[in-house]
């Protein structure tokens, strides 16, 4: 198994719908983060939480949220989807060490 | 975050060594170097990170100038598989105590070719 999931892998909505993302993980981690990725672009970081009761916004937060359930696991919402948020998403993990981020596969999100 | 620059696209021959720079010449003190690769839109995946020493793991080595203020990652031996987009970031300890916010840019696109 992964250490880091995502689901759902593809998914296709329409403008206006409510969706979640949802992100768990294996590695014990603390930090968790949502990234999106446009093409041809770099990942930008959209929320990130140290622990449960830690979250913060990134620098693309505007048309999202999330809810950290627990240590393992870190969901991201669009309230009312448009389709300038189809992109593909990236949940990441870190630990307290010094040896960067886990990723997970990424969910590739279609608004139309 | 200092910022880093990153040549938008390399070859390379198969069996030879990848080299990959990046300039990072406003780092701070505090800032680490990472390197991570992302194969067609998988997740990026963690290659190597270095503050002053030059740092060698399974995947590849890390060579940062004395001054810091550029760095090169190599891959010994490249193979097809290492055919990725490349991204260089600085960051303070990103997973460390005190957060370290990972900033990508658009990265170096590595071709290798057979």
């Known amino acids: 198994d992964a250490d880091v999931t995502q689901t759902p892998r593809n998914r296709i909505t329409k403008t206006g719908k409510r969706i979640m993302l949802e992100c768990s993980q294996t590695?014990?981690?603390?930090?968790m983060y949502w990234y999106r990725q446009d093409p041809g672009l770099g990942l930008r970081l959209i929320y990130y939480s140290f622990d449960v009761k830690d979250i913060n916004k990134g620098e693309i937060s505007d048309g999202y949220s999330v809810s950290r359930q627990a240590q393992a696991k870190f969901s991201l919402s669009l309230e009312s989807a448009i389709p300038n948020q189809t992109a593909l998403y990236f949940c990441?993990?870190?630990?307290?060490?010094?040896?960067?981020?886990?990723f997970g596969s990424g969910t590739r999100l279609t608004v139309v | 975050d200092a910022k880093t620059t990153q040549p938008p696209s390399m070859d390379c021959a198969e069996g030879r060594a990848a080299n990959l720079p990046c300039n990072h010449s406003?780092?701070?003190?505090?800032?680490?170097v990472y390197w991570y690769r992302q194969i067609h839109s998988q997740g990026p995946q963690y290659i190597i990170h270095?503050?002053?020493n030059n740092e060698t793991n399974e995947m590849a080595s890390l060579i940062i100038t004395e001054d810091r203020k550029s760095s090169t990652l190599i891959l010994p031996h490249a193979t097809l598989r290492d055919t990725a987009v490349y991204y260089c970031?600085?960051?303070?300890?990103?997973?460390?105590?005190?957060?370290?916010?990972?900033?990508f840019g658009q990265g170096t696109i590595l071709t290798v070719h057979p």
């Open positions: 406003t780092i701070s003190g505090n800032e680490y």
């Open positions: 270095g503050l002053k």
């Open positions: 590695k014990g981690h603390d930090r």
């Open positions: 990441a993990t870190s630990g307290r060490g010094r040896y960067g981020y886990t």
């Open positions: 970031i600085v960051s303070t300890n990103a997973g460390g105590t005190s957060y370290g916010k990972l900033t």
